[in-house]
């Protein structure tokens, strides 16, 4: 399927090297994909060999991914992320990122909210 047909306005590809600008951009990018919580569009930032780690889980490939997430944004209400760039090279770029939302559970709902950091390999 092409992407073109999954986003209405497909953002150009940001890619290395990167500057001030390329690198904010591509934060943003990947922010607004997930505040979007639409599984598809944030599963094709990934390739088809990804290998995730939540928790102790792990998630092999986009379909696993693309699964992963849409179970996740099922029983979070009002799930946001906030990224804001930390450190960039010519290849790589640390952001930060917070989340927070309700989910749902058998008992009733709870609020969290959730902080880290991440150095990533933005080939």
Not at 58 to 65: S, T
Not at 108 to 115: L, N
């Amino acid at each position: 399927m092409s992407t073109s047909l999954l986003i209405p306005n497909p953002p150009k590809v940001v890619a290395p090297p990167f500057t001030l600008e390329t690198a904010t951009q591509k934060v943003r990018f990947a922010e607004d994909a997930w505040n979007s919580r639409d599984p598809d569009r944030v599963s094709l930032a990934y390739t088809e060999d990804s290998v995730w780690r939540n928790r102790s889980e792990f998630l092999v490939g986009r379909a696993q991914i693309r699964s992963f997430l849409a179970h996740k944004w099922a029983r979070e209400l009002d799930y946001r992320l906030v990224k804001a760039l930390w450190a960039f090279t010519d290849n790589r770029i640390g952001c930060a990122s917070s989340t927070s939302g309700t989910t749902t559970l058998d008992a009733g709902t709870v609020a969290t909210a959730m902080s880290c950091g991440s150095l990533t390999n933005a080939a």
